[in-house]
């Protein structure tokens, strides 16, 4: 399957021409699309994991950067993802350091003894497993997430 080296878009095979933005293709197009990234140079499996390695971060570079929906896809579910936990880690904190300043603070203590750790395990999980699956140039989606991560990165 060959996409457009400016758009992303899936040619037809042996087109010289991208339907969707009428960029000529080089004379790999034909077999080699997923090979070279629109942008990047990486191949999509490599793209596609390299889009997790710095959680959120790295999702966004690659979402736009790289236009072939497989990248786009694995990169939306990073930012989804890891910017949930990250936002969950935040506000724990923030509720943690409340607690303790109103004199509760065996409730802060709870949540960075019981939830911090289990967060961190949950999230050390998804991220290895997405990084496998993408490197596997599988198009897995995480359960709700990967729903929401296919509506931004536009199918």
Known sequence: MAFCAKCGAQLAGGATFCS?????????????????????????????????????????????IDKRPFVRFHAAQSMVTFGAISALYVVLAIFAAVSAMMGVGLLGSLISLAL?????????????????????????KLPFIGDIAENIAGK
């Open 20 to 64: 969707g933005c009428g960029a000529a293709q080089g004379s790999g197009a034909g077999g080699g699309g997923t090979s070279a990234a629109a942008g990047t140079g990486l191949e999509e499996n490599v793209a596609g994991l390299l889009s997790y390695v710095a959680w959120w971060v790295t999702g966004l570079i690659f979402f736009v």
């Open 116 to 140: 911090y750790p289990l967060i961190g395990l949950g999230s050390l999980v998804a991220w290895i497993l997405c990084m496998i699956k993408a490197f596997g140039h599988e198009r897995f």
